[in-house]
Nanobody
Framework: QVQLVESGGGSVQAGGSLRLSCSVS?????MAWFRQAPGLEREGVAV???????RYADSVKGRFTISRDKVKDTLGLMMDNLKPEDSATYYC???????????????????????WGKGTLVTVSS
């Protein structure tokens, strides 16, 4: 069984940065960050494979960086140049139903992941 606990959310002004962390217990291969704003569907933000290959949603490419530390069992998300539209609850996910080689449109869909944390809130003000 995999357990995930997110931390690092908060409030920041547009153009600022935040770093999210996800503490991981259990064995995981690929992992991901998703986000969900009020009234909207949960959407994929970034995915990282067991060997560190990465994929990003077009909306965050060049601004967000996903990383993992297997020694410390943590997943990270560095978010730079934040925009108000990045405001959401951010979730880490594990247990991909498929493989990292699948297309982004599959990797970034929440129904293709088994394990979820409870989320951490990010608010970006203009």
């Amino acid at each position: 069984q995999v357990q995930l606990v997110e931390s690092g959310g908060g409030s920041v002004q547009a153009g600022g940065s935040l770093r999210l962390s996800c503490s991981v217990s259990g064995t995981t291969l690929s992992m991901a960050w998703f986000r969900q704003a009020p009234g909207l569907e949960r959407e994929g933000v970034a995915v990282i494979s067991s060997i560190g290959s990465t994929r990003y949603a077009d909306s965050v490419k060049g601004r967000f960086t996903i990383s993992r530390d297997k020694v410390k069992d943590t997943l990270g998300l560095m978010m730079d140049n934040l925009k108000p539209e990045d405001s959401a609850t951010y979730y880490c996910a594990a247990g991909l139903k498929g493989s990292f080689g699948d297309l982004n449109r599959k990797l970034l869909r929440p129904e293709n992941w088994d394990y979820w944390g409870k989320g951490t809130l990010v608010t970006v003000s203009s």
